[in-house]
Structures are given as structure tokens and as C-alpha cells.
């Protein structure tokens, strides 16, 4: 019998795991994590942030810059981290890269909803406002991406699903949350089926472009790290691209500056992802089974996983 979440009895999350995986994980040292590389699975550490969110932005540069107008090309990307996308708009100003000439695309990762429909770029927390204003909108006109190849979870997701058949999505870029997601790919509630048991890594692996709910620590972390801890401001249901979608892209790069997930959570989802330890209570370690995943840290970011007290 699994444990029942501390956080949220209701839900599966990262608090349902086994003791003994809790004990390996706090003991990982920033030289341990370095050493959970293998093939299929890397670990790249940053010292200055500068550094570390540069190496982000390129990555959409060097995506983009593989795609033609014959054989478009495109990159999935998050809203957390954002300190990336301003520094994409400048590369794309100073390379004088002519996205629209290139036929390059872009995925919006997911966005809020409200009512049972996506909020409106007017909403103070939309997500293709935020890439909007911290990224699109700095690239000079000549230079943008098309807004016909720009793709947000926001109307039809049947049709959002199908672009990653139409296109190719070179690279899917994002964060980890507290609850050890990407994107919005949230545990489930503890209900139906579940209730015993979390889905198996195989069935969580099916779910596709959907509407979900939100587990209470993501709704938390975001009314901390975008709200003020206005928790009122955040909705508890959103749209999400998922694993069906996740696993048709080349890579999937994950970056961890320390400023969403605590010490222990970086530590968890490297270690299982090391360690071939899928579970769908820690969705982000389903990309276990992934073929190409990197886990990008800023080392001071990470910190120690020990007791201390404030």
C-alpha cells in the first residue's frame, strides 16, 4: 500500500514515494548529481547565471536555425523559466536570423483555463502574453516568426496535438515545478482506479494535449513565484501539452536555476531519471524512458539538502 501524500491526501504526488528513495536522494552530493550522467541522459552544470541562461537561449537558436521552409523545424518552449526569452529576441536581432524565411515554429508549452477555455492574452498571467512581451515582440518585424506557426494549447487540441506530426519539434525546453512536473504533466488525484495506485509509467505516457487539474502545490508555487501569493489570481485548471507530444520531440532539455524547485526535488527527479525509476506520482521522471534528456543546473542554484534552520 503506497503512502498517502502528506501535502495533499487526495492526489499522488513526490511525498507517496518509499523512505528508502527519500534517504539515497538526500544524501546526493552537487558532485553525485554530476556523476548520474548515461546514455540517453545528461547533466550539464553552469557556474554563473549569466552563462546558464545564455546556454538556454541558444538552444532555441540552434533548433531554429536547423529548419527550411521544405523541412520546418520548431521548439517547444516554457513560461519558467522567462529569464531566457528576452535573451532569444536579442540573438535573433543580432544574428539577423529571418525566422519567417526559415519556416520556424513554436510551441507554447500550455496555458491557463478558466470556465473550460483557455484565459485570453488579456489575463495578467497568460503564458503567450508573457512569450509575447518577454520574447516575440523584441524580435523586429521583418525577423518574427510567423503568427500562423505559432502554437498555444488554446482552442482546438486535437489540432495542437497534430502539429507535432506537421512539424518537426526539435527540441522541447522547460523547468520542474515543486509537484515534479513539465509543463502542467501534474500527478493525478487518488480516485477511481487510482486510488491504491498511481497510473503506470505506461499509461501516464499516453495521456496527450489535454485539460487538466492542477495539483495544490502548483497552484501554490505560482501564486508564489508569479502571483505575489495572490493565490485567488491563479487558476486551478490548465491546458498542457503531454507525453504523446513530449516524446515526439529530439530532446527534451529541462533547466534548474533553483529558483522553482527546492534541493531535494532537483535531486529526486535526477536521481530517478539516472536510475531508470519511472513513477507517475514524479511525472518529471517518466523521462526516464525518454532517449534524449538533459538536465541543465546552475551549481550554486542547487544547494544542500540538509537541515537548516531560519
Not at 538526500?26 to 548515461?38: F, G, I, Y
Amino acid at each position: 500500500m503506497r503512502k498517502r501524500s502528506v501535502v495533499a491526501p487526495d492526489w499522488w504526488d513526490y511525498t507517496t514515494i518509499s523512505d528508502e528513495l527519500v534517504a539515497d536522494v538526500a544524501r546526493l552530493t552537487v558532485k553525485d548529481m554530476e556523476q548520474l550522467s548515461r546514455p540517453g541522459f545528461k547533466v550539464v552544470m553552469y557556474d554563473t547565471i549569466e552563462e546558464f541562461y545564455l546556454a538556454e537561449a541558444l538552444e532555441y537558436i540552434d533548433a531554429w536555425r536547423r529548419s527550411t521552409p521544405s523541412k520546418p523545424v520548431g521548439v517547444c518552449g516554457p513560461i519558467g523559466p522567462t529569464e531566457q526569452l528576452p535573451l532569444v529576441a536579442r540573438l535573433v536581432n543580432a544574428l539577423d536570423l529571418n525566422l519567417g524565411k526559415l519556416g520556424a515554429h513554436f510551441w507554447g508549452m500550455d496555458e491557463w483555463v478558466e470556465n473550460g477555455v483557455a484565459v485570453p492574452i488579456e489575463h495578467p498571467l497568460s503564458f503567450s502574453k508573457c512569450n509575447d512581451e518577454l520574447c516575440f515582440n523584441k524580435i523586429r518585424p521583418k525577423l518574427r516568426i510567423p503568427k500562423e506557426n505559432l502554437h498555444y494549447p488554446t482552442g482546438d487540441l486535437a489540432a495542437y496535438s497534430k502539429s507535432f506530426d506537421e512539424f518537426h519539434c526539435a527540441l522541447m525546453q522547460g523547468g520542474q515545478g515543486d509537484v515534479k512536473h513539465w509543463a502542467f504533466n501534474d500527478p493525478l488525484r487518488r480516485e477511481g482506479k487510482y486510488k491504491d495506485n498511481p497510473p503506470t509509467p505506461e499509461e501516464y505516457r499516453k495521456l496527450g494535449t489535454r485539460i487538466v487539474d492542477l495539483h495544490p502545490m502548483t497552484v501554490m508555487q505560482n501564486a508564489r513565484t508569479s502571483g505575489g501569493g495572490n493565490i485567488a489570481l491563479v487558476p486551478t485548471k490548465a491546458a498542457t501539452v503531454g507525453p504523446l507530444e513530449t516524446w515526439k520531440a529530439d530532446k527534451v532539455s529541462i533547466w534548474q536555476a533553483g529558483c522553482h524547485d527546492n534541493a531535494f526535488g532537483m535531486r529526486l527527479t535526477t536521481f530517478m531519471i539516472s536510475k531508470k525509476l519511472p513513477d507517475a506520482a514524479v511525472p518529471m521522471s517518466l523521462l526516464a524512458d525518454h532517449p534524449n534528456v538533459q538536465f541543465n543546473f546552475y551549481r550554486p542554484g542547487i544547494g544542500k539538502c540538509e537541515v537548516e534552520m531560519h
